[in-house]
């Protein structure tokens, strides 16, 4: 069975940094394409960037050139360096990796970006 999961996220001053992880293990666990997801309250979780099976990126222009979406050699770990954090960047971030042709969602990791 695949499993995603997401991991890295946790408290943050603002102009601080985290960087996320997200693992995919099971039978089958390389990741071709993968988006981070954002959820904040009172809005839908949106796309915040995506990188795609020939490791082409994609950024919405809020985090663009403070957010940096990379994998692992292995391509089995999807990577989110979050840079110059500001208090909007707060929320719950998923993970969403497309694993043998399905989609996978991890559980979701707390950003919290607060002075």
């Known amino acids: 069975q695949v499993q995603v999961v997401e991991s890295g996220g946790g408290l943050a001053q603002p102009g601080g940094s985290l960087r996320l992880s997200c693992a995919a293990s099971?039978?089958?666990?390389?990741?071709?394409?993968a988006g981070w997801y954002r959820r904040t309250p009172g809005k839908e979780r949106e796309l915040v960037a995506a990188?795609?099976?020939?490791?082409?990126?994609y950024y919405v222009p809020s985090v663009k050139d403070r957010f940096t979406i990379s994998r692992d050699s292995a391509r089995t770990t999807v990577y989110l360096q979050m840079n110059n954090l500001k208090p909007r960047d707060s929320g719950v971030y998923y993970c969403?990796?497309?694993?043998?042709?399905?989609?996978?969602w991890g559980q979701g990791t707390y950003v919290t970006v607060d002075s």
């Open positions: 969403n990796a497309d694993i043998g042709g399905r989609d996978y």
């Open positions: 990188i795609t099976a020939r490791d082409e990126d």
């Open positions: 099971g039978r089958t666990s390389e990741i071709a394409g």
